[in-house]
């Protein structure tokens, strides 16, 4: 009896694992890499994998969790994969801190000059002067968070280290807008075939941080150049929503979070339509609201949301 009882429990696992799909399995292996449960995380995008590896964020995600887990071979294998799968951000990769591990092997040499080689061809007829100076300003965008990010994080530091910390992003945001609204001021927002994929989402990067009248100044320009390919649908859906909120509308893809200052407690900003908004971020090539809760450390509960949302318009003050 305690045989068959095990034989139907393993028979059973088996039928809820097949029932998982791509999605379950990315989503749990991003949310063990982002916990620091490496080992764990490397299971569950193998699993993703098995079903299908075509999402070159997704292999690149578990190639970081695969180096951090020292499993180079599985790490190597990934980082190939989303290379000859569309992934193009060669400096991040060679900056990335959860690559680190794989320098000394002689496969890192091997998949850089790759890489180079594959850059070099798709780059060949690009503006490399402007590409240069909105990759410079990336950097500067991404390091100065990432080090906001540390200290905020470090529960060693004080609320005057994490100020000063802050202050300085601010004052680096302010001066790369300057030279981003250039840019745009004279030459538009220029695609991806003209700089790159990076470069490209600088322009987006510096907007997203940027005061509300020069957001409410460029989102019909970054509109445009959804339309006409030059920006992506699922950033330009990101600012949307930050602008609806600033303006004291309710967001539309549920992108944005808040949190109530007397508890503490982060939350969904309020949408519009909760019902269908997987729908409206599908059409723009977002995950759904299940997927990306986790990622800010919430929990997707769809009743539970519109049970709130009086209560979370009240206080956010929206119309």
Request: include cysteine.
């Amino acid at each position: 009896m305690k045989k068959r009882f095990v034989f139907i429990l393993v028979v059973f696992n088996s039928i809820l694992l097949q029932a998982q799909t791509y999605s379950d399995f990315v989503r749990k292996g991003d949310s063990c890499y982002a916990g620091g449960a490496y080992k764990i995380s490397v299971g569950f995008y193998e699993k993703a994998f098995k079903k299908e590896a075509v999402k070159s964020a997704h292999l690149y995600n578990g190639a970081c969790s695969a180096a951090l887990a020292n499993e180079s071979k599985s790490a190597f294998k990934w980082l190939n994969l989303a290379i000859d799968n569309g992934y193009e951000n060669l400096g991040h990769l060679k900056k990335d801190r959860d690559l680190t591990v794989l320098h000394s092997q002689k496969e890192w040499k091997e998949l850089i000059e790759k890489f180079q080689k594959k850059m070099d061809g798709i780059e060949a007829n690009y503006d490399k002067p402007l590409q240069k100076e909105l990759l410079a300003i990336y950097d500067e965008d991404q390091d100065i968070r990432k080090d906001f990010m540390a200290v905020y994080k470090d529960k060693k530091s004080d609320k005057k280290k994490i100020d000063s910390i802050g202050a300085i992003m601010i004052y680096k945001d302010s001066l790369n807008l300057i030279k981003v609204a250039k840019i745009l001021d004279e030459r538009g927002w220029v695609g991806k075939n003209t700089v790159g994929e990076q470069a490209n989402q600088t322009l987006f990067l510096v907007i997203q941080h940027a005061p509300l009248k020069t957001q409410q100044k460029y989102l019909p320009m970054m509109r445009d150049a959804v339309k006409k390919g030059d920006a992506k649908a699922g950033s330009l859906a990101l600012l949307e929503d930050r602008v609806a909120l600033r303006e004291g509308r309710k967001q539309i893809y549920g992108s944005q979070t808040s949190m109530d200052r007397a508890t503490r407690k982060p939350h969904i900003s309020p949408m519009i339509d909760p019902d269908n908004v997987d729908k409206r971020r599908a059409e723009v090539g977002l995950g759904t609201m299940a997927e990306y809760a986790p990622k800010v450390g919430l929990v997707w509960n769809l009743e539970a949301y519109k049970k709130e949302l009086p209560e979370l318009e009240k206080l956010e003050n929206l119309k």
